[in-house]
């Protein structure tokens, strides 16, 4: 089974010169690409010179575009993608693959308390573990952790789906779920990141943060989200109805308004069903068309 080992990084020259030799000497075999994501320091020299194959960006494209280009390019079976700071450690790697190994078709490596960012992160990702939960049915232990192991074939059937930006953890985990390929989680320790320090914007990215919980509903079952929320209305437009019919003998615009609301979003969430069904859909290969 050949591996690629996939490392987006910007501005990590630092980290890879500590991450890349302990990935080669303990997997001397693996294919190793870099994808320099428009860096301004010696990144790319510091990856090549340590034998990585480096796929090189004039400007900065984001995490998941640097994760597209890496996965496209990979020639292994299997791709392990893991942060360039020197968070993930080498030795983990082969927990990875091991759980691969028995069937799974994605492993992703499950941090702890101690692997969070800051204490709002860590609330924020514990927020989104649980929803995806529910969702999914499954127990997600770290929706958003960017350290896994893939299948490529199956991994590449999604890359549409993919962001640009932070959240190809979350919409590729969710897509995985949706498509009905087994993933597990491997608890690792995570590492004091190296050199320049995290690129989340507290501001900015707590707006993208909000947005991930509903990106979270419509990539795997928005009905799942739209019913509550559409039956919380129905309730509500009830409940008012029936205190001022007792109260007054009337029936209120606000009543007719809160059943509006409610057939609207769950109107909204069953075409949202119909179309993420669309989303998954297989295209058949030029094969298979002939």
């Known amino acids: 089974m050949r591996v690629s080992v996939v490392l987006p990084a910007k501005n990590e020259a630092e980290g890879l010169a500590r991450t890349l030799p302990a990935l080669r000497e303990q997997w001397p075999d693996v294919e190793l690409i870099v994808v320099d994501d428009g860096s301004s320091d010696s990144t790319a020299l510091v990856a090549a010179g340590h034998g990585a194959r480096v796929l090189s960006s004039p400007y900065s494209m984001g995490n998941g575009a640097a994760i597209k280009r890496g996965a496209r390019a990979a020639t292994g079976e299997v791709i392990v993608f893991m942060d360039a700071d020197g968070q993930h450690s080498a030795a983990h790697v082969g927990l990875l693959l091991a759980k691969l190994e028995e069937g799974y078709d994605m492993v992703v490596g499950a941090r702890d308390g101690s692997g969070q960012a800051n204490f709002h992160r860590g609330l924020a990702n514990g927020l989104y573990n649980r929803l995806s939960s529910w969702m999914t049915g499954h127990e997600i232990l770290d929706l958003t952790s960017g350290f896994r192991a893939v299948r490529a074939d199956r991994f590449r059937e999604f890359l549409h789906l993919l962001p640009n930006g932070f959240s190809y953890p979350t919409t590729s985990t969710m897509a995985f779920f ?12 995570v590492a004091k990141r190296i050199g320049n320090g995290s690129h989340i914007r507290p501001l900015k990215d707590g707006i993208r943060f909000l947005l991930i919980i509903f990106k979270i509903a419509t990539l795997y079952s928005p009905l799942k ?16 109805y029936l205190y001022t019919y007792l109260s007054s ?11 509006s609301a409610a057939v609207i979003v769950f109107l909204i969430g069953l075409v949202s069903e119909q179309i993420t069904g669309l989303t998954y859909q297989r295209l058949p290969s030029d094969g298979e068309r002939q």
Not at 225 to 240: R, S
């Open 225 to 240: 989200l739209f019913a509550p929320v559409g039956a919380a209305f129905f309730l509500t437009g009830l409940g008012y």
């Open 178 to 189: 949706r498509s009905a390929y087994p993933v597990a989680y491997v608890p690792i320790p």
């Open 249 to 259: 003998g009337r029936f209120t615009n606000m009543s007719v308004l809160l059943f």
